[in-house]
């Protein structure tokens, strides 16, 4: 089992920024992906951006060169800088860890963070 414990998030108002912050304990995959999704009222979630072991990053070209992911592996941790932010950022955002290695094995889900964002 994995355990995934957000924090951060809450109100700001447009332009400015937050980070949110997700750490991993129990059975973390060694090579992993860790995701950032977000689900706003009324729309299907989507991917914000990605992080692998190895550092390779993603970001949904909404968020590309607003939102900085990074990860800390000693500490199981994933972290999203946001900033810039706009009232269509505002959503519950979920991290999310997935193994690369073993396609089989579930995904594991953060417990969601509200962000919003005032204009």
């Known amino acids: 089992q994995v355990q995934l414990v957000q924090s951060g998030g809450g109100l700001v108002q447009a332009g400015g920024s937050l980070r949110l912050s997700c750490a991993a304990s129990?059975?973390?995959?060694?090579?992993?992906?860790m995701n950032w999704y977000r689900q706003a009222p009324g729309k299907q979630r989507e991917l914000v951006a990605y992080i692998t072991t190895p550092g390779t990053t993603y970001y949904a070209d909404s968020v590309k060169g607003r939102f900085t992911i990074s990860r800390n592996n000693a500490k199981k941790t994933v972290y999203l800088q946001m900033n810039s932010l706009k009232s269509e950022d505002t959503a519950v955002y979920f991290c999310n860890v997935r193994d690369l290695l073993l396609a089989n094995r579930p995904d594991y889900w953060g417990q969601g963070t509200q962000v919003t964002v005032s204009s």
């Open positions: 129990g059975s973390v995959p060694t090579i992993n992906v």
